[in-house]
């Protein structure tokens, strides 16, 4: 298999000199044309099993020749046999419950998680029970009706490690689901550690410039089927014209993340001991890193930090208002840098109590950073937190 640089470039082209092409086509029909009733049958059948379409896609719910090229570049770099698109990363993390068959039953999870898995998680929504788990725990919350762990690392928002064969070992015969969104394949290749589900919102790194809402999920051969099973029946798919751009967003990511996770290794270095600052969050420091992950499991310490501010939630408060290239706002994995507020914001949903346990302070504000020049973002962060400070 050729390396990750050459993946990312060439992943899901493999046929587009036969085509005669050099771009992917986008293919936006909804339907297709069946000029053979038992061809069309017998295609319907393979499909609503959740398989690849041998001739025609049928109907656009059912299969995108568009989508399914992402999904192979995907696949691949996430050293899997499938992986499945879905309309938002939300949409992969419920398709991937109900094909986990965790709907009615137990879960254990892993906090801090996205805001949104936590919520989907603990509204029951699904009808799943969740006993809430730290890595050190997850062996004794597994009980015989377990359908699924669900785990992220680097965690939103803390960016907290967490070692992904160590809760696989726990986890014993239940499969274990880790959102590899903060990390993407560039960094970090969860399937190598043992993990059956890989998921991402593609919304952030993997879309990379704010403009594509996504979800993808990356899974074996048997799974992948049970995963485009559920995006039939519950209709969660993905616009082939988002996964156009996903897959035109693709070839850059690992000078993306790269050069973005430089510029955060460089900013936290700053940040760290800075009298505004009274934490820094960031893989790179060696305190956030006790069990030596990055390098072992990790190949960086990636692009998203957190930082709490001297002066709590008023404090982190006034550099939101303050930054002026730095964008306060939700999301992240843009080519731009992004701060946002987890307690009041992206967290709110998570249940209040749990906050201080997992992290989640009123001083906290997370940095997405982008691949801006590190000393702009340096002078525009330094002069809020200053601003800040001063009250
Ligand atoms: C944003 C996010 C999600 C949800 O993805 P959407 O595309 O917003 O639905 C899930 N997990 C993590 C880690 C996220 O950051």
Request: with cysteine.
């Amino acid at each position: 298999m050729n390396r990750l640089e050459t993946q990312v470039v060439h992943g899901g082209r493999e046929d587009l000199g036969e085509l005669g092409v050099h771009a992917p086509p986008l293919d936006r029909s909804t339907t297709y044309p069946l000029h053979s009733l038992a061809l069309g049958t017998e295609e319907i059948d393979e499909l609503a099993a959740g398989g690849h379409p041998r001739s025609s896609p049928i109907y656009a719910r059912l299969y995108n020749p568009t989508v399914a090229r992402w999904e192979r570049a995907i696949a691949g770099l996430e050293h899997a046999d499938e992986a499945v698109a879905f309309g938002s990363g939300m949409a992969a993390v419920t398709a991937t419950l109900l094909a986990a068959g965790a709907a009615g039953r137990h879960v254990v999870a892993l906090r801090p998680l996205y805001g949104g898995t936590d919520h989907l998680l603990a509204s029951g929504l699904l009808g799943t029970r969740t006993t809430w788990a730290t890595p050190a725990t997850v062996a004794e919350a597994i009980e015989d009706d377990t359908a699924l762990v669900v785990m992220e690392t680097p965690a939103n928002p803390t960016v907290a490690l967490v070692d992904i064969a160590a809760v696989v070992a726990q986890a014993g015969e239940v499969p274990v689901l880790v959102d590899n969104t903060f990390a993407t394949p560039i960094l970090q290749r969860p399937r190598d550690h043992g993990a059956t589900w890989v998921l991402h919102s593609a919304t952030k790194f993997l879309g990379g410039h704010g403009d594509t809402v996504a979800g993808i999920v990356a899974t074996d051969r048997e799974r992948g089927r049970a995963l485009r099973q559920v995006r039939i029946a519950t209709g969660a798919v993905l616009d082939p014209q988002a996964a156009y751009l996903l897959h035109r967003s693709l070839p850059t990511l690992a000078l993306r993340v790269r050069a973005a996770q430089d510029n955060a290794s460089e900013l936290a270095k700053r940040l760290d001991g800075h009298r505004g600052v009274a934490r820094v969050l960031h893989p790179s420091l060696p305190e956030c890193d006790p069990d030596g992950l990055v390098g072992r499991q990790m190949d960086g310490p990636g692009a998203v930090l957190a930082i709490e501010v001297a002066g709590g939630e008023v404090a982190a408060a006034r550099v939101m208002e303050a930054v002026e290239l730095v964008t306060p706002a939700v999301s992240l994995g843009s080519t731009d840098t992004l701060i946002e507020h987890p307690a009041g914001l992206t967290h709110r949903s998570v249940d209040a109590e749990a906050h201080a346990a997992i992290g989640i302070t009123p001083g906290l504000l997370r940095v997405s950073v982008g691949i801006e020049a590190v000393d702009d973002l340096w002078d525009d962060l330094e002069r809020a937190i200053l601003v800040a400070a001063a009250g």
